[in-house]
Every structure is written in C-alpha cells, then in structure tokens.
C-alpha cells in the first residue's frame, strides 16, 4: 500500500508560479504511472500531466507552462506551474498507479489547493 500527500498549495497571484510536491511512502520507482490531476468547484477532476513507460501527457491546457519531475531517491513527485491563471484554480492530487497480477492498484493523495488570484 502505498500512500500519496501533496504539499505545497497556496495563494499565487496571476502570472506567477508555484510548485506543488507529492511525497510517497513508498518507493514510486515501482508505480507504473504518476501525475497529477485537478478539480475546480462545481466541475469534475480533470487529468494535468501523467507520465508513463517514458512518455509524458499534458492536458492542452497546462501545455508549455506546467512540468512534472520526479525524484526516486526520495519518492517524491513534483509539479512546477508557470505563468499561473484564475482558471487553474484548483484541488490539485498527486495521483499513481500500478499493475500486479492483471490488477490495476490507484492511488490518490488527498489534494492540495492552489488558488490564483489578485
């Protein structure tokens, strides 16, 4: 079992930048996916970024401006946002998944929230 926490969230003004982290307590060298997902009020969660077997998907919206790092020494996952707008405002959830056994485990984190605003 695995267990995801997100820290980093707060109040940014339009324009700037934050970066939000996802510590693990588990090794997410062994996960087969990890990302990030959003929420907004009154709307549903939206996938950011998930990387995978190499590969990295942004939504269009984040394209250019948001990238995701990670660092498997430490198990922790990273989300650095750039040029931030009113409209990325959010609950933002460190997600992972993993496949064993045919099954698929997810795991989220109980999110963060980060608020763009002047």
């Known amino acids: 079992q695995v267990q995801l926490m997100e820290s980093g969230g707060g109040l940014v003004q339009p324009g700037g930048s934050l970066t939000v982290s996802c510590a693990a307590s588990g090794s997410i060298f062994s996960m087969d996916a990890l990302g990030w997902y959003r929420q907004a009020p009154g709307q549903e969660r939206e996938l950011v970024v998930v990387?995978?077997?190499?590969?990295?998907n942004f939504a269009d919206s984040v394209k250019g401006r948001f990238t995701i790092s990670r660092d498997n020494a430490k198990n922790m996952v990273y989300l650095q946002m750039n040029s931030l707008r009113p409209e990325d405002t959010a609950v933002y959830y460190c997600y992972a998944d993993r496949w064993s056994q045919n099954r698929k485990y997810i795991y989220w984190g109980q999110g963060t929230q980060v608020t763009v605003s002047s």
């Open positions: 990387t995978s077997g190499g590969s990295t």
